[in-house]
């Protein structure tokens, strides 16, 4: 197995959901998976993933989205956050800084606790669903309407 893949709790068999990935950066994270981890980039569907990789572009409806993301993780799954590092942010246009994103994703059950560097040019921060919280994320795939 890759470092990248270690970094990012890749294992044999597991499930994933690319949302928003560019394919820049999807096509070297499949690369380095080892065998049977099965890939999808369906957004509207409620299939349920060991882990989500993300690639938030902006703060605009951030929070919402991690409040739907964490639903599409099995209870001990993670969503990662992918990142441009911030020169290269700049230099590219894009203004939602680590600060903003972490700040949209706690508003949420979800909780970081890793990050890692991921390539030269982004780095990714890991969330989970707070531990205390899991059990009511095990029955049901979607979110439940209040």
Request: charged residues 20%; hydrophobic residues 45%; aromatic residues 8%.
């Amino acid at each position: 197995m890759s470092d990248l893949a270690r970094k990012l709790g890749i294992v044999p068999g597991a499930a994933i959901l690319l949302l928003d990935v560019p394919e820049s950066a999807a096509a070297p994270l499949r690369d380095v998976c080892p065998p049977g981890v099965t890939f999808a980039q369906d957004k509207d569907d409620t299939a349920r993933y060991d882990l989500i990789l993300f690639w938030p572009q902006s703060a605009v409806g951030l929070t919402e989205t991690f409040g739907a993301l964490q639903w599409r993780i099995i209870p001990d799954g993670a969503i990662w956050t992918l990142l441009l590092k911030q020169p290269i942010a700049r230099q590219r246009g894009i203004t939602l800084t680590w600060e903003a994103m972490q700040a949209a994703a706690l508003q949420t059950d979800l909780v970081d606790n890793k990050i890692a560097s991921i390539s030269d040019e982004a780095y990714g921060t890991r969330f989970v669903i707070r531990r205390e919280r899991r059990p009511s994320y095990a029955a049901s795939p979607r979110q439940p309407s209040h």
